[in-house]
């Protein structure tokens, strides 16, 4: 496998966070014997001279698949497997721990309380959930291990690197402190103490650095090729990375949009290229692909579009500037975004496009969220931002070709906005952390397979 181990554990759990994992556990075979000095821990990368993780050594003992639910808010995420999925097989050859979703699930629709009733109920057999804050309801309700025995000796690389204050969240002890019920993961927080040294990691936040300076949103690559045929795709994007290890300023803003009124010329861009492909972008019931959505549903709010969106096409980029507050610079005085007028000119664009039904539509916002995001899925919507991301940046568009009978793949690109920081507003980098947890259960787990299970976790966090 070409990928540095540093790329493994990121390229994993970005597909983790949006499909549920993964197929039934194998009982009645001996625990494995696994040893907590780790091939990937740095002392034994350094001393073995290891680059990627193909020189690492194979697994020997027994193999097991998990059926995992992913409590993460209401569910709806498409699942499917990936043509090109190299990091799943390399996990079960470094550890035994496959992945397979057709067992697994998420909360279809269903708020986590709800989900939580309706499985003990039906006694679904369930190995092990993950989730954010949702996990301290599962928690409550169903029987967990205490893995807190085990975590020093089979979570080596996560005990290192997650900051002190993470392990005292409810989601992961349950409100008892020096407790462990579910593993943290998921590492795009890290500690202050880990730039700078003299940091007591005990009294700093961990840092939020998937807050990018510039915006971004997604946008249907098949759509932006059509209207801008010099776009580099996913596999552009790929291909250079793999020979470069990073992008130029040109081929990162290879569709240079540096205004919220060049965002606007964009979306009609957009637009036209569907006017021009025909059959290509209808869907069912007289449907064709649209532009952009003015919301991700009727049962949610406008945080994806007023907040998220919005902020960045106007320069506000960063946590703390929304549509409820932000930091005005020039009165240094807190004030709500949603009353001043820069705001307001934002909220009248948008009217008037919905009334027109140009570009978008009042969907997204009669809608329920599980309809929407259903839709997205499927690749109804060309450009995406946000909250409102179709899974994994891939979707299954109804192809007319075969009479809606199959789908065809569509991938989503990420685009940057090239939008500068606005003087009235003031970033900020730091905030209260909420990583992914992992609980496993009583009920279809042997405890003697708990240590397998970790060690599968603790590679995905590998440097």
């Not at 780790?38 to 020189?55: C, I, R």
């Not at 290229?273 to 025909?278: E, K, L, N, V």
Request: hydrophobic share 35%.
């Amino acid at each position: 496998m070409n990928k540095k181990l540093l790329k493994l554990g990121a390229v994993f759990l970005a597909a983790v966070f949006t499909l549920p994992f993964i197929t039934a556990c194998q009982k009645n075979k001996p625990p494995a014997n696994v040893a907590e000095d780790y091939p990937w821990l740095p002392a034994n990368v350094e001393k073995n001279g290891y680059t990627d993780t193909s020189d690492l050594p194979s697994w020997d003992q027994k193999n097991m698949n998990l059926t995992i639910w992913n409590a993460n808010q209401k569910g709806g995420f498409t699942k499917y497997k990936q043509d090109d999925d190299v990091v799943s097989p390399e996990l079960k050859r470094l550890t035994g721990v496959g992945v397979d979703n057709s067992t697994s699930f998420d909360n279809a629709g269903m708020e986590v309380g709800s989900k939580v009733s309706a499985e003990i109920m039906a006694g679904t057999k369930i190995h092990a959930a993950f989730g954010t804050f949702e996990m301290a309801t599962v928690m409550d309700k169903m029987d967990v291990y205490d893995l807190t025995p085990y975590i020093d000796r089979y979570c080596p690389t996560i005990k290192r690197r997650m900051p002190e204050s993470i392990w005292n969240m409810t989601a992961v002890n349950k409100g008892e402190t020096g407790k462990v019920y579910a593993v943290p993961f998921g590492l795009g927080n890290v500690s202050l103490s880990t730039i700078d040294p003299l940091a007591d990691p005990q009294k700093v936040m961990p840092f939020e650095f998937y807050d990018d300076y510039y915006g971004r949103f997604f946008v249907r690559e098949d759509i932006l090729k059509e209207a801008y045929p010099n776009a580099l795709m996913n596999s552009d994007l790929e291909r250079i990375f793999q020979e470069n290890g990073k992008f130029t300023e040109d081929e990162l803003f290879d569709v240079d949009i540096k205004s919220v009124d060049e965002f606007y010329a964009f979306l009609e861009n957009i637009q036209a290229a569907i006017d021009r492909g025909g059959d290509k972008y209808a869907l069912p019931q007289g449907r064709r692909v649209s532009t952009i959505l003015a919301g991700d549903g009727s049962d949610r709010d406008n945080w994806s579009l007023m907040s998220s969106l919005w902020g960045r096409l106007m320069g506000a980029s960063g946590y703390l500037n929304t549509m409820f507050a932000y930091w005005d610079v020039p009165s240094q005085k807190v004030k709500m975004m949603a009353s001043q007028d820069f705001f307001k000119t934002y909220l009248e664009k948008w009217s008037q496009m919905v009334a027109a039904k140009r570009l978008t539509s009042d969907y997204g916002l009669v809608t329920k969220y599980s309809d929407v995001q259903a839709e997205l899925n499927k690749g109804y919507y060309a450009v995406t931002y946000e909250n409102a991301t179709a899974a994994n940046e891939i979707a299954l568009q109804p192809d007319k070709a075969t009479n809606f009978a199959t789908s065809k793949t569509v991938r989503y690109r990420k685009l940057h906005l090239h939008i500068e920081k606005d003087p009235r507003f003031e970033f900020f980098s730091q905030r209260e952390s909420q990583p992914q947890t992992f609980a496993i259960f009583k009920k279809d787990v042997q405890e003697g397979d708990i240590p397998q299970i970790l060690q599968w976790l603790d590679l995905q966090q590998s440097e």
